[in-house]
């Protein structure tokens, strides 16, 4: 098993997933592995699938993961909190892009050892106070200790999530409920995940034309990680947004 390589507290390690294997994964994905590499030279990129992802679990942590049968997303929501509790580093959804090198902006937002995309108080549906797709966090850091427990303890005994939102929920329910974990989190820094560049499945914003601003907010990103889909009806085409941004991560 690799170790980690760490500066400060921080372990410089991103870790992506695409459970079905690199081989199967889709345009959107290597754009944005390609995006993690090339801005952050100094980080190891560990560019994961469900064969491999066992080389960085426990035997403990492998066990809790695969010994419930789960839709792969909650598999891919557990497998993060694992990973992230034994080794820190960076979390990021094979379907991001990174806009900005992590070492530009990311110790600086998480004074606490810990950090995610706080979601604005009018999109806290479903009991959600934070963004999943992208989050840091120290080795064994109270936050993530938390949560990583919560999840084992969700899912002892049970055969299927109760909620496809399950892990932000556990997040929400310890807030509430552990005094130091609130404050941990009240006293992170709160960066909005940025909707321009936040997009859900079948978003039919990608399939359009770039604005016309697009340049101008490329050059100066308005959000350090962008968050796209690869879930569509019709694949975007040339000319579309999603091109432009598929572009934009490998340069």
């Given at each position: 098993m690799n170790e980690s390589v760490s500066q400060g507290r921080l372990s410089r390690i991103i870790?992506?997933?695409?459970l079905q294997g690199w081989d199967q994964a889709p345009e959107v994905a290597w754009a944005g592995r390609a995006s993690w590499e090339k801005?952050?030279?100094g980080w190891q990129v560990h560019a994961l699938d469900q064969a491999?992802?066992?080389d960085f679990l426990s035997p403990e942590g492998s066990k809790r993961v695969f010994s419930t049968p789960k839709q792969p997303e909650?598999?891919?929501?557990?497998?993060r909190l694992e990973l992230l509790h034994q080794h820190g580093g960076v979390w990021a959804d094979?379907?991001?892009?990174?806009?900005?090198?992590l070492d530009e902006w990311l110790p600086q937002a998480m004074p606490n050892g810990f950090f995610a995309f706080a979601l604005p108080g009018h999109d806290r549906s479903h009991g959600r106070m934070i963004?999943?797709?992208?989050l840091g966090a120290e080795k064994g850091g109270y936050i993530i200790e938390q949560w990583r427990n919560a999840a084992r303890r969700y899912w002892n005994g049970r055969a299927r999530r109760d909620n496809y939102f399950w892990v932000h929920l556990l997040f929400t329910k310890l807030h509430a409920a552990d005094p130091r974990f609130q404050e941990l989190w009240d006293g992170t820094p709160q960066i909005a995940s940025n909707y321009l560049f936040t997009h859900g499945p079948r978003s039919a914003r990608l399939l359009?034309?770039?604005?016309?601003?697009?340049?101008?907010?490329?050059a100066s990103?308005?959000?350090p990680v962008f968050k796209l889909t690869h879930k569509f009806d019709t694949p975007p085409g040339p000319g579309s947004l999603m091109e432009r941004l598929c572009a934009f991560a490998r340069e």
């Open positions: 870790w992506l997933l695409w801005r952050n030279p491999n992802v066992v909650a598999m891919s929501d557990q497998i094979a379907t991001t892009l990174c806009a900005r090198p963004a999943t797709w992208f359009q034309e770039p604005p016309p601003e697009i340049e101008r907010l490329l990103p308005p959000s």
